[in-house]
């Protein structure tokens, strides 16, 4: 089957390289029993892909199904992929087939793969080499005839250095990669995608289809689209029930593409302190710590800056920072000759250590201590903290952490913490 003829019969718009050597690969390996890897930024239309791959090879009568790994919570995907028997844990009360043994003979499609955890990972690993697994709660190795086609949105030989995703299941997956193209970079396709979209939109509201005037092209071809192929769908939907005039131009357009001056979040990066030391699967948690302690350190940074200004200048300091004083009013500081007139009395944040100062020169020889940021050293001294303070129980500890236990017992055994 030639490429046009792929795209009119599952509805796949545009001519860019890119899509047309993606939409290649896939026709060319379909025919094979090969694992395939879908990679592309989300919205590029990756399970499309995966669905033509099922649909051009020889089990295209047996079930295709899509499992989302990163919606299945971590407890109950080992379940949903192998299925569990009677008992095997709470709320079991009957047994049931995962997805490997109903799809038997047919295609598994694991899309956002890189959500999947270690565990499930090392199973996985093992139905593509043998083609065999075993049920939760069981001891009997079943088999399994199943084409695995994953996707990720992920850099996965990103996820192998830091340990959160298993080198050799990623080889094992990257048999045959099909890189799917961002909207971004196939700009000669945004227009085609448009018009397509504003027809089929027009047909399901009974409305006249809107036209865009070449500003309105150029703008939608220059935009970034992070959402791809998704995004510029739902500005079409949006557009063909809000807009009045159905000629639109550059200026209506602007009043539907989102403001993108929002500002971002820390970013581990591999090599830094909880990077790429350790890989773990809780790099969300991590990332939240992270902002939590860049943002107390800033602030810690501004309040020694304001302490260093009242010890050189107090008369001109305590003005300047009248706002930030009043803030902290009601809660206490050590007020030391030549530091502050008790004429003027400063309050500083619960916590702070009271500040002894020496006279004349040794105002102007202190030395900052910055306390450790380490992710994982804050990490594991709030696990020992709600352990004490819950006097050993792990599941009080865990919901005061607003972890599951499951989570809190495999960090006390990575952080080697003794109860």
């Not at 095997?88 to 997805?99: E, H, I, L, N």
């Not at 003979?105 to 139905?127: C, N």
């Not at 996820?159 to 971004?184: C, N, W």
């Not at 008369?315 to 050590?334: H, P, R, S, T, V």
């Amino acid at each position: 089957m030639d490429i046009q003829s792929i795209k009119n019969r599952f509805g796949i718009i545009g001519n860019s390289p890119a899509l047309n050597y993606a939409l290649q690969v896939a026709a060319t390996v379909a025919n094979t029993d090969l694992t395939v890897l879908i990679t592309g930024e989300s919205g590029t239309g990756k399970e499309a892909f995966s669905q033509v791959i099922h649909a051009l090879s020889a089990r295209k009568h047996n079930p295709f199904i899509a499992v989302n790994c990163g919606a299945i919570p971590e407890g109950t995907i080992d379940s949903e992929l192998f299925g569990h028997e009677k008992g095997s844990f709470t709320g079991a009360v009957d047994s049931r087939k995962g997805y490997f043994e109903t799809v038997n003979g047919g295609t598994i499609f694991l899309d956002e793969i890189g959500e999947m955890p270690l565990g499930t990972q090392a199973r996985l690993l093992r139905v593509l080499e043998t083609g065999e697994f075993i049920r939760v709660g069981s001891s009997k190795v079943q088999k399994t005839d199943v084409r695995v086609i994953a996707a990720t949105n992920k850099d996965l030989l990103e996820f192998t250095q830091k340990g959160r995703f298993r080198e050799d299941l990623y080889y094992r997956l990257s048999t045959v990669p099909i890189r799917v193209p961002a909207l971004k970079d196939r700009k000669e396709d945004i227009s085609l995608l448009f018009r397509r979209f504003a027809v089929d939109f027009a047909e399901k509201y009974k409305t006249t289809p809107i036209q865009l005037d070449e500003e309105a092209k150029d703008l939608l071809i220059n935009y970034s689209w992070p959402g791809n192929v998704r995004e510029l769908k739902n500005i079409a939907e949006q557009m063909s029930v809000l807009t009045t005039e159905k000629q639109v131009n550059a200026a209506e357009i602007r009043r539907f593409l989102p403001d993108r001056d929002f500002s971002r979040l820390p970013v581990l990066v591999s090599g830094q302190a909880g990077g790429a030391t350790n890989g773990h699967e809780f790099a969300n948690e991590r990332e939240i710590l992270y902002k939590l302690f860049f943002d107390m350190k800033k602030d810690v940074t501004e309040l020694k800056k304001m302490f260093v200004e009242i010890l050189q200048n107090p008369g001109m300091a305590i003005q300047q920072n009248q706002a930030l004083i009043n803030e902290l009013k009601g809660k206490e500081i050590l007020t030391s000759t030549g530091m502050i007139p008790h004429s003027q009395p400063v309050q500083a944040p619960a916590g702070m250590q009271p500040v002894m100062i020496h006279h004349e020169d040794d105002i102007h020889h202190h030395e900052e201590v910055e306390e450790s940021l380490n992710i994982m050293d804050k990490e594991k001294e709030l696990i020992i903290k709600a352990l004490k303070k819950h006097k050993g129980k792990r599941k009080d500890a865990a919901t005061d952490l607003g972890i599951s236990e499951r989570t809190l017992y495999r960090k006390l055994k990575e952080y080697d913490i003794k109860e």
